[in-house]
């Protein structure tokens, strides 16, 4: 079993910055790729941005050039980095960790992230 553990959500103005954090615990040697969904009320959840283990990186378009994905693979750790944040980020953020020899994914409990305009 994996367990995932948000941080770093909050209120933030237009143009304002901040750093996400999810920490995985438990069969993390398990875990393959992770990453950051969101979803805004009355919206599908949907991809912001993911990393393997190798390092590769994608990103949703409307996250390209303003969010950074990082991560720490050892401790399976991984960051997002939100700059140049608009009323429109605004949404509980998931982490996400998958675990490819069973197919199984797995999500924090989200972090409200609040883009006030």
């Known amino acids: 079993q994996v367990q995932l553990a948000e941080s770093g959500g909050g209120l933030v103005q237009t143009g304002g910055s901040l750093r996400l954090s999810c920490a995985a615990s438990?069969?993390?040697?398990?875990?393959?790729?992770m990453g950051w969904y969101r979803q805004a009320p009355g919206k599908q959840r949907e991809l912001v941005a993911a990393?393997?283990?190798?390092?590769?990186?994608r990103y949703a378009d409307s996250a390209k050039g303003r969010f950074t994905i990082s991560g720490d693979n050892a401790r399976k750790m991984v960051y997002l980095q939100m700059n140049s944040l608009k009323p429109e980020d605004t949404a509980v953020y998931y982490c996400?960790?998958?675990?490819?020899?069973?197919?199984?994914?797995?999500w924090g409990q989200g972090t409200q992230v609040t883009v006030s305009s």
């Open positions: 996400w960790g998958w675990v490819p020899h069973s197919g199984s994914a797995y």
């Open positions: 438990g069969s993390i040697f398990s875990i393959n790729n």
């Open positions: 990393i393997t283990s190798g390092g590769n990186t």
